[in-house]
């Protein structure tokens, strides 16, 4: 069987990073190109990071897009308190990349054309899937599967008292996306990551599966252990590694297939993703939201990661 083709679109922190070595890391899949944007991080230390991300699996080969350096409409706050200054925990990894001269929302576009039925994967804010669905409204039939680490349906926020990061960055990039792309995407969300910890005892063993995890992810991840110990959190969190999980095996998720639809306002709810199971909006579901994990599956796509070689 040949691998599927799959395209990363991220912000390019920690968690991203960790994600981003399990598609790499799995060969059911071909890593065609990689397109950053601004969100944990500047656009600078993305790219920087998404270079040395690629180099650390000696994947020197695989394009990397710059895109968008700020939200489409209203600026939003960085991550940088759990990601680093650095957006890689600030541990001086650092083997930067040339980029391609095309922009990121070409990007995606010009890929998922030379690569119908491809896979998208959205690790950080939608500006730049945005991007690409305004200058191409027919990319969805391009498109096999969209799968998005965003949003809280049930309003448990991370960055407000009701928003998640990626959504609360560039809300009205989600209410695009959401409208406009049929892309019909598979969101994993905050809570999925809160209701599935990486435990303590699981998270060392996966940092000890290999060469990848001694000397690339635990230096990446020290200050964030630190940091969520001091939390009392019962393991790692991490986000993205779940919807890059659920991007290769599906069967890592139990979804719902709702209407959702996202808060643009200025208040309180702005980036809230409501979901709408009941029907009361009368309008047809427009996402698939994941509402439980297969925790021992995501650790063993993981770990698959952690155990390879790295070439820093
Ligand atoms: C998401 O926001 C970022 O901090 C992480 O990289 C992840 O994509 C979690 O809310
Ligand atoms: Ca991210």
């Keep these: ?103 990121a929302a070409l990007g995606i576009i010009e890929l998922a054309k030379r690569y119908p039925g491809c896979t998208l994967v959205t690790l950080g804010p939608l500006t730049n899937l945005a991007i690409a669905l305004s200058l191409e409204p027919n990319l969805a039939q391009y498109i096999g599967k969209t799968i998005i680490m965003g949003g809280a349906p049930k309003a448990t926020g991370n960055i407000t008292a009701t928003a998640e990061f990626n959504i609360y960055v560039d809300p009205e990039a989600t209410a695009l996306v959401l409208s406009r792309g049929n892309l019909q995407p598979t969101m994993v969300t905050w809570e999925n990551t809160l209701d599935h910890p990486i435990l303590w005892d699981r998270w060392e063993a996966l940092l000890d599966a290999g060469d990848m995890g001694k000397r690339f992810v635990r230096p990446m991840c020290t200050n964030l252990m630190n940091w969520a110990k001091t939390r009392n959190r019962p393991g790692m969190l991490m986000a993205d590694p779940k919807a890059m999980a659920v991007a290769l095996d599906p069967s890592c998720a139990t979804v719902a297939h709702v209407y959702m639809e996202v808060d643009c306002g200025t208040g309180i709810g702005r980036g809230m993703t409501a979901v709408d199971p009941i029907g009361f909006s009368k309008k047809p579901a427009n996402t698939y939201v994941a509402t439980h994990l297969d925790i021992d599956k995501v650790i063993a796509l993981i770990t698959k990661a952690t155990a390879v070689a790295c070439h820093l």
């Design 1 to 103: 069987m040949s691998a599927r083709p799959m395209i990363i679109d991220t912000d390019a922190g920690v968690d991203d990073a960790l994600a981003i070595l399990m598609a790499l890391a799995d060969p059911s899949v071909e890593v065609v190109g990689i397109t950053t944007l601004n969100g944990n991080v500047s656009l600078p230390n993305v790219e920087r990071n998404v270079g040395t991300i690629l180099n650390a699996f000696g994947a020197g080969h695989i394009p990397i897009y710059r895109g968008a350096a700020r939200p489409l409409l209203v600026d939003a706050p960085d991550a940088a308190d759990i990601h680093g200054a650095d957006g890689l925990g600030d541990a001086g990894l650092r083997a930067p990349r040339d980029l391609e001269s095309t922009h």
